[in-house]
Nanobody
Framework: QVQLVESGGGLVQAGGSLRLSCAASGRAFRVYRSGWFRQAPGKGREYVAGVDWSGGGTKYADSVKGRFTISRDNAKNTVYLQLNSLKPEDTAVYYC??????????????????WGQGTQVTVSS
């Protein structure tokens, strides 16, 4: 069993940056691929970025490529999402997800078994 806790959200002006963290319980987290999704008010859940268990393989949504970076520190059981050049349309609740798999980073929410509670990111114009 893995529990995920996100942090690092907040209010930022357009063009600014934030760093989200997803801290996981469980010693085996290093073998879990992980991902970030987001959900804006009135919209469905949207894939943002994913990383494989090693951190060497990543996958991004087109809308965030070149602006967001996903990484992980398995020694700290933590996955990060660096958000740069933020836009008002990035405003959403950001969720961390994990899946016990050695597979590649995946953008399919059904591949993930564990989800965090989310952290709010608000970008003002």
């Amino acid at each position: 069993q893995v529990q995920l806790v996100e942090s690092g959200g907040g209010l930022v002006q357009a063009g600014g940056s934030l760093r989200l963290s997803c801290a996981a319980s469980g010693r085996a987290f290093r073998v879990y691929r992980s991902g970030w999704f987001r959900q804006a008010p009135g919209k469905g859940r949207e894939y943002v970025a994913g990383v494989d268990w090693s951190g060497g393989g990543t996958k991004y949504a087109d809308s965030v490529k070149g602006r967001f970076t996903i990484s992980r520190d398995n020694a700290k059981n933590t996955v990060y999402l660096q958000l740069n050049s933020l836009k008002p349309e990035d405003t959403a609740v950001y969720y961390c997800a994990a899946d016990a798999s050695f597979g590649p980073a995946t953008d399919r929410p059904e591949d993930y078994d564990y989800w965090g509670q989310g952290t709010q990111v608000t970008v003002s114009s």
